[in-house]
Structures are given as structure tokens and as C-alpha cells.
């Protein structure tokens, strides 16, 4: 059995189902540039962990090669946060969500890293009664190698004692790079194909949890 001091969780794709929800407001923004909207989709796609705001910044200055735009950038900001942020607050959990973190918040302390902005992501958690759970929040303002240290400093623990679940290749690749310890939210990407221990939901995900590690109390 494994000794784990802490776990962190990704959230889009992991706790709540609301990857669509962000793909449908990249389409419907960039549907106005017919030129350059597959090149964008197909860039946005295969960066599902990148922040939004850096997206943007490369399609100005990488695929449409406009250069920066301040008064661009604000707009599509504003239009992304207004056809992502309620329907976010409104989407499902992903399924054993909430039992999962109701029940290694009593005995692990839990730290959320998200690829969404932070004032947007806390915003997020407050309407969804999620930030009881959590001893930090952490979005996009922080790469998430740096989130992982951050997180084993102020639990004072080393990366093999920590757990990082996602969904992507991205936090698999994020994880690898630090030495944390990993499991996959199986969707698009096939962890297991990739020889990753993954599961569908979060109930599989804590049933492996038991069964394979034990934790320091808190």
C-alpha cells in the first residue's frame, strides 16, 4: 500500500462535465472567422489544458497572424466568460463527484488545479457549494507544475506522496514531469492504451483509491 499525503484534482472533465460547454463557445466565437476556423478548433482541441487566454494570444498572433489586439482580446474574453460561466454553474457533476469529495475531504486534504481563470473558477465553486471541500482553489493564473509544488510545500510533502487525477494528456504529461502519482478520468483520451490506470467516474476512481493507498490523517 502507498502512502498518499494529499490529492489534486483537475475540474473541467473531472469534477463537472463542462468541457463541451467551453468547445461550443470556441465554435460559436470563431465561427466568425470561416478562414481560420478549422485551423482554430483543431488548435484549440488539441490544448485542452492551456488557459484560454493564452489560446487567444496564439490565434491572433499564430494562425490568423494579426498580431495582438487588446480590444480583440477583451471581447472574445468577455463573450467566452458570458456563454461559459452560468451554463458551467448549471452543468452536471461528473458521476460519484460529490460523494468522492465528500469523502476524502474528512480524511486527505484535497487542492483543485483548473485551467480556468481563478476569479472565474472561484465564482464557479461558490454557486456550485464546492469550496468547502477544497484547502486551495488554483486556476489558470499558475502553471500547474508550479501549482503542484506550491501544494507540496504548505502540505510539506514530496511528489510521490501525492495523487493528481485528470483527463487529458496534458495533466498525465503535468503529472509525469513533476513525479506525482496519477489516475485518469477516461473520456476522449485512452489512458489505458497508454498503459494508465483510468476509470469513467469518480466512483471507480475512489474504489482504486482504497484499495491501493493509505493516507496520513489530517
Not at 8 to 31: C, M, P, Q, T, Y
Not at 101 to 118: D, K, N, Q, R
Not at 119 to 147: V, W
Amino acid at each position: 500500500m502507498k502512502i498518499i499525503k494529499t490529492i489534486i484534482l483537475d475540474f473541467d472533465g473531472v469534477i463537472v462535465e463542462s468541457d463541451n460547454i467551453k468547445h461550443r463557445a470556441f465554435s460559436e466565437i470563431f465561427s466568425e472567422y470561416p478562414d481560420f476556423y478549422n485551423e482554430i478548433m483543431d488548435y484549440h482541441y488539441s490544448h485542452n489544458a492551456v488557459d484560454r487566454y493564452d489560446k487567444f494570444r496564439h490565434i491572433m498572433t499564430g494562425i490568423m497572424k494579426t498580431g495582438y489586439d487588446e480590444t480583440l482580446f477583451k471581447e472574445w474574453s468577455e463573450r467566452f466568460r458570458n456563454l461559459t460561466t452560468d451554463a458551467i454553474i448549471k452543468c452536471p457533476f461528473v458521476p460519484g463527484a460529490l460523494d468522492f469529495l465528500e469523502y476524502f475531504s474528512g480524511i486527505t486534504p484535497l487542492h483543485l488545479a483548473s485551467a480556468t481563470p481563478g476569479g472565474d473558477l472561484m465564482t464557479i465553486l461558490e454557486k456550485k457549494g464546492l469550496s468547502r471541500y477544497f484547502s486551495s482553489a488554483n486556476g489558470s493564473d499558475r502553471p500547474k507544475t508550479e501549482i503542484l509544488q506550491s501544494v507540496a510545500d504548505s502540505e510539506h510533502t514530496l511528489p510521490e506522496e501525492m495523487l493528481y487525477i485528470g483527463d487529458s494528456p496534458e495533466d498525465l504529461k503535468t503529472a509525469e514531469n513533476y513525479g506525482c502519482r496519477f489516475i485518469g478520468r477516461q473520456r476522449q483520451y485512452d489512458f489505458k492504451k497508454a498503459g494508465i490506470v483510468s476509470f469513467p467516474d469518480l466512483y471507480g476512481i475512489k474504489g482504486y483509491i482504497l484499495e491501493n493507498y493509505i493516507f496520513e490523517k489530517v
